[in-house]
């Protein structure tokens, strides 16, 4: 069974920091690219960063560039999102995702995700 | 970066019928276009891939079409379970942008 499993989320104050986790199972992790994807409450969809299979290559929304860092840890099929310098519009749902390619980039697999809330 | 402009961003419907939601792209992506949706609380499900490609296990009644700036969602004889939100997404280059979004109501 395939399985995205989110952590790490909750109340932060402005200009904190907060590390997100994602374990994956049911599918091979190492070989895959993986997203990170948000919601703000009420709002819609907004991807937030890429990682390709060894992490060496990241891609970010420029909202996030600077103050948060992708990275995997492959020998733990694990996700992480470091998120520093904290700002209230960065409160949202965050989503990890398998970002699979076929002839074109999707994200195909979700996990159930995990709230930030940034406030005083 | 290239935007997405999803339209409408709310619609009115009955069981039965057939609607489209449209997708437009500031740039061309080629096909790399996706569709999703979204149940309350949920997260977000692949529907098509591909501009075209549907999901394994997602029904019939879902059709993508277009190419290059143009994308629409089709959902024909619509059914109780279809009234959430769906979002397109382009992921042709970084940052990949979601439109944003189509709520799917009960007339």
């Known amino acids: 069974e395939v399985q995205l499993v989110e952590s790490g989320g909750g109340l932060v104050q402005p200009g904190g920091s907060l590390r997100l986790s994602c374990v994956v199972s049911?599918?091979?992790?190492?070989?895959?690219?993986m997203s990170w994807v948000r919601q703000a409450p009420g709002k819609g969809l907004e991807w937030v960063a890429n990682?390709?299979?060894?992490?060496?290559?990241?891609f970010y929304v420029d909202s996030v560039r600077g103050r948060f860092d992708i990275s995997r840890d492959n020998t733990r099929n694990s996700l992480f999102l470091q998120m520093n310098s904290l700002r209230a519009e960065d409160t949202a749902v965050y989503y990890c995702?398998?970002?699979?390619?076929?002839?074109?980039?999707?994200?195909?697999?979700w996990g159930h995700g995990s709230l930030v809330t940034v406030s005083s | 970066d290239i935007q997405m402009t999803q339209s409408p961003s709310s619609l009115s419907a009955s069981v039965g019928d057939r609607i489209t939601i449209n997708c437009r792209a500031s740039?061309?992506?080629?096909?790399?276009l996706n569709w999703y949706q979204q149940k309350p609380g949920k997260a977000p499900k692949l529907l098509i891939n591909?501009?075209?490609g549907l999901q394994s296990g997602v029904p019939s009644r879902f059709t993508g079409s277009g190419s290059g700036t143009d994308f629409t969602l089709t959902i024909t004889s619509l059914q109780p379970e279809d009234f959430v939100t769906y979002y397109c997404?382009?992921?042709?280059?970084?940052?990949?942008?979601f439109g944003q979004g189509t709520k799917v109501e009960v007339k």
């Open positions: 995702a398998r970002a699979l390619v076929a002839d074109t980039w999707s994200n195909d697999l």
């Open positions: 049911g599918f091979d992790f190492s070989r895959s690219w």
């Open positions: 990682i390709n299979q060894d992490g060496r290559g990241e």
């Open positions: 740039q061309s992506i080629g096909r790399y």
């Open positions: 591909g501009a075209s």
């Open positions: 997404q382009h992921t042709h280059s970084a940052p990949w942008v």
